[in-house]
């Protein structure tokens, strides 16, 4: 069974600033990895898939790297509205499915 | 407009049978390019994947889970169902019900979710 590592479990940043965050997995599953932003209260919604690709709708501050093992999700100059929890999910192993424990991000 | 609403019962005794129902609007949960699938989040917690169906009724089910969890549907409601068996506290979690694409470019991702329900095991 995959699984994905996030980190940092909590990022403090203020607004304006770049936030990275960081998903693992246990061996490789290709770029079949997606990012989910989770507001509280809110159902997830997704944001990037394929790693790199950004869902429709989704504002181009938000970009994805990475392959294999190690992948990026990169907030450029962050917006009051993006302060929130983002989880990441693998579908390299289709149809079982996978997610990170997910990276809290917080206005410091 | 796709949409997806959870309902059933909000308590539920230990030892006892959860079952929640998702309601589809907007498309048919016939349609190919799409599964439809369960994901629960314990209180505090991330995102844990359940199981799935296909357009023709195919499930599948999260390794951990598999032993306690049956997914269904019904196509002339244009609903899917949970049931997870022999409940315990930690099974107390919001369930959310969710649509997966199943499109070559993009399988795989969740791409739209009902708003979730919460669900308590207790006595």
């Known amino acids: 069974e995959i699984v994905l590592t996030q980190s940092p479990a909590t990022l403090s940043l203020s607004p304006g600033e770049r936030a990275t965050l960081s998903c693992r997995a246990s061996q490789s599953i290709g770029n079949y990895l997606a990012w989910y932003q989770q507001k509280p209260g809110q159902a997830p919604r997704l944001l990037i898939y394929d790693a790199s690709i950004r869902a429709t709708g989704i504002p181009a501050r938000f970009s994805g790297s990475g392959s294999g093992t190690d992948f990026t999700l990169t907030i450029s100059n962050l917006e009051p509205e993006d302060f929130a929890i983002y989880f990441c999910?693998?579908?390299?192993?289709?149809?079982?499915?996978?997610f990170g424990g997910g990276t809290k991000v917080e206005i410091k | 407009q796709v949409e997806l609403q959870e309902s059933g019962p909000g308590l539920v005794k230990p030892s006892e049978t959860l079952s929640l129902t998702c309601t589809v609007s907007?498309?048919?949960?016939?349609?190919?390019?799409?599964?439809w699938g369960w994901i629960r989040q314990a209180p505090g917690q991330g995102l844990e994947w359940i199981g799935s169906?296909?357009?023709?009724?195919?499930?599948y089910y999260s390794p951990s889970l598999k032993s306690r969890v049956t997914i269904s549907k019904d196509t002339s409601k244009n609903q899917f169902s949970l049931k997870v068996s022999s409940v315990t506290a930690s099974d107390t979690a919001v369930y959310y019900c969710?649509?997966?694409?199943?499109?070559?470019?993009?399988?795989?991702?969740?791409?739209?979710w009902g708003q979730g329900a919460q669900v308590t095991v207790s006595s």
């Open positions: 169906i296909s357009y023709s009724g195919s499930t």
């Open positions: 969710a649509r997966i694409r199943d499109r070559y470019e993009d399988r795989g991702y969740f791409d739209i």
């Open positions: 907007g498309v048919s949960i016939t349609i190919s390019s799409y599964y």
């Open positions: 999910q693998q579908r390299s192993f289709w149809p079982l499915l996978t």
